[in-house]
């Protein structure tokens, strides 16, 4: 009964804690990661154990897969060099100068050991950059830069991790074995995601039942997962590759309903897992000092050190990635040449998350390894890292951007491309309406006309001033006060029995489908 207790309690917190950002203005994982903090230390709340498997089985596949499925391919694809080099060779050269700078510090601790957290702390996490990065409006490239190396990094950091403390337990490591096993897991990732993309996408195909088709979606992750541990391939690459193939196939794939459900069901799933994630870490700290062997002055000189670490080796890294890649002519004239206050907010956009959570608990106990190592200590550090760059850089990121004019305001763009587009849409759409309107009522042909008519004008409405209502604005607001009335009179004929449940649930979906649509007309 009491773990069904802090489950509920657990998922109360992240939900009030989201409402509380909302209201202050800030990102729901900031919040909810100063209050684990401040939960840790009241006397009464529980120490609850983070075992990796959770993380790593349990929350990050379907975190990855959401965002995998709402990145955009073609975007993703066009910004793959990038990505690239900030998801593998950043993550390498920060692990290894991270663990050669603490091992400096602490010469009696293996190298391998060093550059096991080194690779522990190395990925940027996904759900606070790029938060913070849509909230604010940086440039659209930026965030798919951003998005799309949170979602390979962690891949990269995995492997590391395991190669280190395979080296740490005393087994030989060499550079064929580590470029063998890299392409092994990669290679053998990404044909499993390919394969289960195709698997699942034949079975939405066949699905006509939305209830099949997010049970089908739910199960996909998870799915990849487990038989990606089981033949030994990357997981995080599985997952990514499957739903960057499902989220660009998802209009093809899927009918209106099934596609609205979905996004609901995965929008309430990815709220409250990355809740749990964060408001978990700030519950570990009062565990962690207990168990922390290590004296204070020691705790603090390694903890700012790898902070401090971190951050230099993202700016030190950032630069030449950035421009010493644009001497090449072919690159150079492919990309524009961006100002360097671009590559300084990429570069201080480097909040850590779930994967350091995981990766740290994956690391040997210290009485496995030969002569030891503090793994007390690198935990800590660890879970510490994560809290001073979300409260750091996450606090920070929004001003700095805003100082740099580091902001893209793509809403007139968009809405003259969407304006555009649903021209070309409405025109497809009558010439198909005069195809097929023989023998329909006059009037009804006439209705579904103006409909489309209605659709274009909205979308060209966006584009004119915002000061006076529009006709569609005033067609909206004037809608609702009818749908409301409508809505009050079934209830009152099914508080007086005069209708059944039934029928007043399906009118209220058909009203809610409708005031939903006038939402969407509005934004």
């Known amino acids: 009964m009491q773990p069904i207790v802090d489950t509920v309690v657990i998922l109360a917190i992240c939900v009030l804690g989201a409402a509380l950002a909302r209201r202050l203005g800030f990102i729901a994982p900031l919040v909810l990661l100063v209050a684990g903090l401040g939960l840790s230390f009241v006397p009464g709340v529980p120490e609850i154990q983070v075992e990796p498997e959770l993380v790593l089985i349990g929350i990050l596949p379907p975190l990855l897969y959401v965002a995998a499925l709402q990145t955009n391919l073609v975007a993703f694809r066009r910004a793959l060099r990038p990505i690239l080099l900030l998801a593998v060779g950043l993550?390498?050269?920060?692990?290894?100068?991270?663990?050669?700078?603490?091992?400096?510090?602490?010469?009696?601790?293996?190298?391998?050991?060093?550059?096991?957290?080194?690779?522990?702390?190395?990925?940027?996490?996904?759900?606070?950059?790029?938060?913070?990065?849509?909230?604010?409006?940086?440039?659209?490239?930026?965030?798919?830069?951003?998005?799309?190396?949170?979602?390979?990094?962690?891949?990269?950091?995995?492997?590391?991790?395991r190669i280190?403390?395979?080296?740490?337990?005393?087994?030989?490591?060499?550079?064929?074995?580590?470029?063998?096993?890299?392409?092994?897991?990669?290679?053998?990732?990404?044909?499993?995601?390919?394969?289960?993309?195709?698997?699942?996408?034949?079975?939405?195909?066949?699905?006509?039942?939305?209830?099949?088709?997010?049970?089908?979606?739910?199960?996909?992750?998870?799915?990849?997962?487990?038989?990606?541990?089981?033949?030994?391939?990357?997981?995080?690459?599985?997952?990514?590759?499957?739903?960057?193939?499902?989220?660009?196939?998802?209009?093809?794939?899927?009918?209106?309903?099934?596609?609205?459900?979905?996004?609901?069901?995965?929008?309430?799933?990815?709220?409250?897992?990355?809740?749990?994630?964060?408001?978990?870490?700030?519950?570990?700290?009062?565990?962690?000092?207990?168990?922390?062997?290590?004296?204070?002055?020691?705790?603090?000189?390694?903890?700012?050190?790898?902070?401090?670490?971190?951050?230099?080796?993202?700016?030190?890294?950032?630069?030449?990635?950035t421009y010493l890649a644009r001497l090449v002519p072919r690159i150079r004239a492919r990309e524009e040449r961006p100002p360097p206050a671009v590559p300084t907010v990429?570069?201080?956009?480097?909040?850590?998350?779930?994967?350091?959570?995981?990766?740290?608990?994956?690391?040997?106990?210290?009485?496995?390894?030969?002569?030891?190592?503090?793994?007390?200590?690198?935990?800590?550090?660890?879970?510490?890292?994560?809290?001073?760059?979300?409260l750091v850089q996450g606090t920070t990121l929004p001003m700095l951007a805003r100082r740099l004019g580091v902001r893209e305001d793509t809403a007139a763009e968009d809405a003259l491309a969407e304006a555009t587009v649903q021209h070309a849409a409405s025109r497809a759409a009558r010439e198909r309406l005069e195809e097929h309107a023989d023998g329909a009522p006059a009037s009804v042909v006439e209705r579904l006309r103006a409909l489309t008519d209605s659709r274009a004008n909205v979308a060209w409405e966006r584009l004119g001033s915002q000061e006076q209502e529009t006709p569609s604005a005033a067609y909206g607001r004037l809608r609702r006060?009818?749908?409301?009335?409508?809505?009050?009179?079934?209830?009152?004929?099914?508080?007086?029995?005069?209708?059944?449940?039934?029928?007043?649930?399906?009118?209220?979906r058909e009203l809610d489908l409708e005031e939903s649509q006038l939402t969407r007309s509005d934004d």
């Not at 940027?124 to 998005?147: C, H, K, N, Q, W």
């Not at 749908?483 to 039934?502: L, P, Q, Y």
């Open 346 to 390: 990429v570069a201080w956009a480097g909040m850590r998350g779930v994967v350091t959570l995981a990766a740290v608990l994956t690391l040997p106990e210290a009485a496995e390894v030969p002569g030891g190592y503090p793994r007390d200590l690198f935990v800590f550090v660890a879970f510490a890292t994560i809290v001073l760059t979300l």
């Open 91 to 161: 993550v390498i050269f920060t692990a290894f100068v991270t663990g050669f700078v603490l091992h400096a510090l602490l010469p009696e601790v293996p190298l391998a050991a060093c550059v096991a957290l080194g690779a522990v702390v190395a990925p940027p996490d996904a759900v606070s950059a790029t938060a913070i990065a849509r909230r604010i409006g940086l440039p659209r490239r930026v965030v798919v830069i951003l998005e799309g190396e949170s979602l390979l990094n962690d891949a990269t950091a995995l492997v590391m991790v």
């Open 481 to 508: 006060e009818m749908i409301t009335a409508e809505r009050h009179v079934f209830k009152i004929a099914r508080n007086e029995g005069r209708i059944s449940e039934e029928v007043l649930n399906r009118a209220q």
């Open 164 to 321: 280190a403390a395979a080296t740490l337990l005393g087994s030989a490591v060499g550079f064929a074995e580590i470029a063998g096993e890299v392409a092994l897991k990669a290679g053998g990732g990404v044909l499993l995601g390919l394969a289960a993309a195709v698997g699942a996408a034949w079975l939405h195909r066949r699905i006509v039942d939305p209830l099949l088709d997010d049970a089908v979606s739910l199960l996909t992750p998870f799915v990849v997962v487990i038989v990606a541990e089981q033949v030994h391939s990357s997981s995080v690459v599985a997952v990514v590759v499957a739903g960057l193939y499902l989220g660009h196939r998802v209009p093809y794939l899927l009918s209106p309903t099934s596609r609205l459900q979905m996004d609901a069901v995965w929008r309430l799933i990815t709220f409250l897992l990355e809740g749990v994630v964060f408001l978990l870490v700030g519950l570990q700290l009062r565990e962690l000092i207990g168990h922390l062997e290590t004296d204070g002055a020691t705790t603090a000189r390694v903890t700012a050190l790898v902070f401090l670490t971190l951050v230099a080796a993202r700016f030190v890294w950032m630069y030449p990635a």
